[in-house]
């Protein structure tokens, strides 16, 4: 019991603290101006209060002996223990100007941590929040699992519209049928109250029943005939792709670019899990593939270089330059293993960026001026000139590379990969050759991030050394990590995640790296297998087309009866 | 029959200043079943990796099936015909039992990149072929079943299977069995006696045995080799074995025999 309570306090401390310290870097009052439902309650708020939720949510599920109503008193206490962390941060905050230490300590942040209330009653209404969210956090945890499913689920939802509503409320315009629907939904400046109800409840009722009739789905989808299945999915393809195609359309230029930079990394992000993902072969210099495509179709192109190859003949160019470097990098390290390999590869990326900065090479690369005047892709009088017309191209860039690294990975080659992922040694002695096997992951990795690089070149039309550097290897692993090692659709979901979302939250720019941090923290203590974690095929079922061997020897035998 | 199919002269084996096999002469007939007994730190699974490439000795010759694979790295030696088995359970842990097995047929499958990429008609033979291929074996060593699952989730009896069928999958003329009874109980070590005797009378593979356990080594073996301190001591049929006193004293200390212990009581006791 007394330890039961010591965890919880102790937990409530750390909760506090993690609030104190989001509201101290100023991200709480950053992300206020953002209404998640118009006039009740913004973004910067939703996250404090979504902390605390969460936070007492965890702390419950580890007072594992406790009753129920214990349960919800250890959340409350959870939740009241943190918001006294913050009420004694805003009693200090009255006697001493902590502003000079702590810029953003504003009179703002004050404000919104007492609910606008003065003193004595904003304390109030602080503790008070803070205790009900930890009740219920404690509630949320005590739930039927399919209820409790439903419950965050549809929170995640409404905080979701909420976050994206410039990019939501622009697609219901521009399809003039549902175009009502934002007056339904959406006021000034978020979601209407009434909207959110709807959308909570909608998303809490389709989420509930879909679970509950899951199962019985499943099944009665499987009982088809293995003909109409194949229906089934190809239709299912098909209108995923017509939703591709049509995405950009609806959603204009802005939305375009950002899809157009989430296709770069998804680009690249199938590559480097070639490497990472399939063979185990931890890359930080990935970069540098990338970077090779880009300047190998700079050169050629761009009128400045004396370039006079177009874009099409430049490309394939760069990647087989690319797989070269693959090669070149491949060798030296192929004996190298682990974090030997990770610094290794690591100075591999920041040499090809340092060689394009050099002055050595600054009549071919262009030193830290780059290479302006790349021309744009072009097919024909069709000039792949706005992001729009850009989201085609890598559009196709991705589903073609997606084809090859599916295929790839239930190969020959890719199970030599994984077999290299699981246990060196043993992959050898079962007769893999370790050489040709790694050098190809480094090399089909390299080709990937060429495509990407030549893309982004044209994209851009002018390039530089510091376009290149360290970060881009990081993010693109940070992905891989986030969607799921060695799990290609976890490829695109981490991208989009990664990627699209910090583009669509302009606010987000300065803390985008710290959320990244804790993301990556979050991800590896709660699901470190990654949102859509790599998937093993089943392929026993189909053993029942096959003759039973054993059957039919037992029967050709004489029969003996035994005792 | 009387041709050696493995023959290992004068082998030795350092690491700084232990010598972990000396000079160890070996001599195993195809189609024999030839184990390898020892204390714990004799030498025995040292002078199993030098003959599967995973050590290079400093002397010696080892020749199989009459050409020496010195300086081999393990993936040749594989394609020559020596597969193995671990003494703690090496499986690609993470990939589904039929995975397992399909790597192990890596050596006897040709598709390249082209041919997975656009599955050419000859790639798409090949992998079913060597599906099926892994089915039966899974059958054949008793993971009916089991394909789907991780390698990983199994039980520990059947990751040993598991691993016998991997090296099966790679059709091997001998393989190397490092203690495959380890950690099995009664029924199961007797199971697997009669399995690796199946083994040499189905397939007609020659088999290279590690073990401890006294009554699958006396019981299935044709010819026992005995390492101590990475020395030869004694080799012959388990009826020499059994009583040679140097064995004994290996075994059990150089008193052993005042103890009036008879050889088959002191070679039977647990190590």
Not at chain 1, 411 to 416: D, H
Not at chain 2, 232 to 258: F, H, W
């Amino acid at each position: 019991m007394r330890s039961h309570l010591n965890e919880v306090i102790r937990f409530g401390l750390i909760l506090g603290i993690i609030a104190l310290f989001i509201s101290l870097i100023g991200m709480v009052e950053a992300f206020s101006k953002r209404d998640i439902i118009s006039g009740v309650i913004s973004l910067g708020l939703t996250i404090l209060l979504l902390t605390f939720l969460f936070g007492a949510y965890l702390a419950v599920r580890r007072a594992r002996s406790a009753q129920p109503l214990m349960r919800v008193a250890f959340g409350a206490i959870t939740g009241l223990t943190a918001s006294i962390v913050l009420a004694v941060f805003v009693l200090f905050a009255q006697v001493v100007d902590l502003r000079q230490i702590f810029v953003n300590v504003t009179p703002t942040l004050i404000a919104l941590l007492t609910f606008g209330q003065s003193l004595p009653g904003g304390l109030f209404y602080l503790l008070a929040a803070g205790a009900v969210l930890g009740a219920l956090g404690a509630i949320v945890y005590l739930l039927p699992k399919r209820v409790q499913h439903a419950f965050v689920i549809a929170l995640l939802w409404v905080t979701m519209l909420g976050v994206l509503q410039d990019l939501i409320r622009v697609t219901f315009q521009s399809i003039g049928a549902i175009s009502d629907l934002n007056k339904v939904l959406y006021e000034q400046n978020g979601l209407s109250v009434v909207g959110a109800l709807i959308v909570f409840a909608l998303v809490a009722i389709v989420d509930y029943v879909w679970n509950a009739q899951r199962a019985k789905l499943q099944a009665r989808f499987n009982a088809l005939p293995a003909g109409s299945q194949r229906i089934a999915r190809t239709i299912g393809i098909i209108i995923a792709f017509a939703l591709l195609l049509l995405l950009p359309q609806v959603l204009g230029i802005y939305i375009g670019e950002v899809l157009d930079q989430v296709g770069l990394f998804v680009l690249m992000g199938l590559g480097l899990n070639i490497v990472v993902g399939f063979a185990g072969l931890l890359d930080l210099g990935y970069v540098a593939f990338f970077a090779i495509g880009a300047y190998t179709v700079g050169v050629l192109t761009s009128p400045q270089q004396g370039g006079v190859l177009s874009f099409w003949e430049a490309l394939p160019i760069g990647v087989v330059i690319a797989i070269l470097f693959g090669f070149i990098l491949g060798i030296p390290v192929l004996k190298i293993r682990g974090d030997y390999l990770a610094i290794i590869t690591l100075g591999f990326g920041e040499i090809i960026r340092l060689l394009a900065l050099s002055d050595f090479l600054k009549p071919f690369l262009g030193g830290s001026q780059g290479i302006p005047s790349i021309p744009k892709a072009q097919i024909g009088g069709f000039a792949f000139d706005d992001p729009v017309k850009l989201y085609y191209l890598l559009l196709v860039g991705c589903v073609l590379v997606a084809f090859v690294a599916l295929r790839l990975k239930d190969s020959r080659l890719g199970r030599a990969w994984m077999a290299i992922r699981e246990d060196e040694d043993v992959a050898q002695a079962m007769g893999i050759d370790m050489v040709w096997t790694k050098l190809m992951a480094f090399a089909i990795g390299a080709a990937f991030a060429g495509i990407s690089g030549a893309i982004f070149a044209s994209k851009l039309s002018a390039i530089y050394p510091h376009s290149f550097k360290l970060d881009i290897s990081i993010n693109v692993l940070a992905l891989l990590i986030i969607g799921g090692m060695g799990s290609i659709p976890g490829v695109i979901v981490g991208a989009l995640a990664l990627v699209g979302l910090p583009e669509l939250l302009r606010e987000f720019e300065d803390y985008r790296l710290l959320i990244y941090g804790a993301t990556l923290v979050l991800m590896m203590q709660l699901r470190p297998e990654g949102l859509l974690p790599e998937e093993s095929r089943r392929r026993e079922l189909h053993e029942q087309d096959e003759p039973p061997v054993a059957v039919r020897e037992q029967t050709a035998a004489p029969v003996v009866t035994t005792n | 029959m009387t041709q050696p199919i493995l023959s290992a002269r004068k082998v030795i084996k350092r690491f700084g200043g232990l010598t972990a096999v000396n000079a160890v002469d070996l001599e195993i007939k195809e189609h024999s079943i030839h184990s390898v007994i020892g204390p714990n730190g004799a030498g025995k699974t040292t002078f199993f990796n030098c003959l599967t490439g995973f050590y290079r000795p400093e002397q010696g010759d080892i020749a199989f099936d009459g050409t020496s694979i010195i300086g081999l790295t393990p993936d040749r030696i594989i394609r020559l015909g020596i597969a193995r088995t671990y003494q703690n359970i090496r499986l690609f842990s993470n990939l589904t039992t039929l995975d397992n097995v399909l790597i192990g047929e890596h050596i006897h499958l040709h598709s390249g990149i082209l041919g997975s990429v656009l599955r050419l008609p000859r790639t798409v033979k090949e992998e079913s072929d060597a599906l099926h291929e892994s089915r039966r074996l899974l059958r054949y060593v008793g993971l009916r079943g089991k394909g789907d699952v991780i390698a990983k989730n199994l039980s520990y009896g059947d990751q040993r299977r598991l691993e016998i069928a991997r090296a099966l999958a790679s059709k091997p003329k001998m393989l190397l069995l490092d203690e495959p009874t380890a950690g099995m109980n009664p029924r199961e070590t007797e199971e697997a006696r009669l399995f690796i005797r199946n083994l040499r009378d189905e397939l007609g593979i020659t088999i290279l045995l590690i073990e401890h356990d006294m009554r699958v080594v006396m019981g299935i073996s044709e010819a026992i080799t005995v390492l101590d301190y990475g020395q030869k001591i004694a080799e012959g049929t388990p009826r020499d074995i059994q009583n040679n006193t140097r064995v004994i004293e290996a075994y059990l200390g150089k008193d052993a025999y005042k103890e009036d212990l008879t050889p088959e009581q002191a070679l039977a006791r647990p190590q």
